[in-house]
């Protein structure tokens, strides 16, 4: 069957030859899967700054949904979003000139976040113990309907078969 070659970016494989590698790095789905991936990783000033030039797509504002997804040339944000973005580019500004000047900001350490974790699985634990635990399922009353089986498939009796003298070991 040969080399088969694995596309993170597609999440998909095909045989691995010059011709057919060619053909998928340079194709249409390829290069924006490949954007969609490293978007991921942008600014957030670089993400606010294209989307303050772009104009609303009217399509998503009507029925929040678009054809073109994230390959639209329209901005896909709401006010509020927008919103939401520069008030995290401000926070990040003002973190880098608070790093700049000097000032003393202690980075979250590990231990900081172990013990809010130990707090509130705590608090859960305390108020899992308050709820009363679930009783175990039980069939109803005359379930599962009783079969008249043939011998062969019946349990045997509490005290077991019974076992003629000739076939007792002795």
């Given amino acids: 069957m040969g080399k088969r070659y694995f596309c993170d970016y597609c999440d998909r494989s095909f045989q691995d030859n010059l011709h057919n590698r060619?053909?998928?790095?340079?194709?249409?789905?390829?290069?924006?899967?490949?954007?969609?991936?490293?978007?991921?990783?942008r600014d957030a000033a670089a993400i606010l700054q294209e989307e303050q030039t772009k104009k609303p797509c009217r399509k998503f504002l009507q029925t929040g949904q678009c054809d073109f997804g994230s390959n639209c040339r329209f901005s896909h944000m709401t006010e509020q979003d927008l919103e939401k973005l520069s008030a995290q580019v401000q926070?990040?500004?003002?973190?880098?000139?608070?790093?700049?000047?000097?000032?003393?900001?202690?980075?979250?350490?590990?231990?900081?976040?172990?013990?809010?974790?130990?707090?509130?699985?705590?608090?859960?634990?305390?108020?899992?113990?308050?709820l009363e635990k679930p009783a175990p399922f039980q069939y109803p009353l005359g379930w599962p309907p009783v079969q008249e089986l043939p011998p062969s498939l019946q349990a045997p009796p509490p005290g077991g078969w019974p076992?003629?003298?000739?076939?007792?070991?002795g």
């Fill in 22 to 41: 060619k053909k998928h790095l340079n194709g249409v789905q390829h290069l924006r899967a490949k954007r969609v991936w490293y978007d991921l990783f």
């Fill in 91 to 130: 926070g990040e500004k003002r973190l880098k000139e608070l790093q700049r000047e000097g000032a003393d900001i202690p980075p979250g350490t590990i231990e900081d976040w172990l013990d809010k974790r130990a707090q509130r699985l705590s608090a859960a634990q305390s108020n899992s113990a308050l």
């Fill in 163 to 169: 076992v003629p003298p000739n076939l007792q070991w």
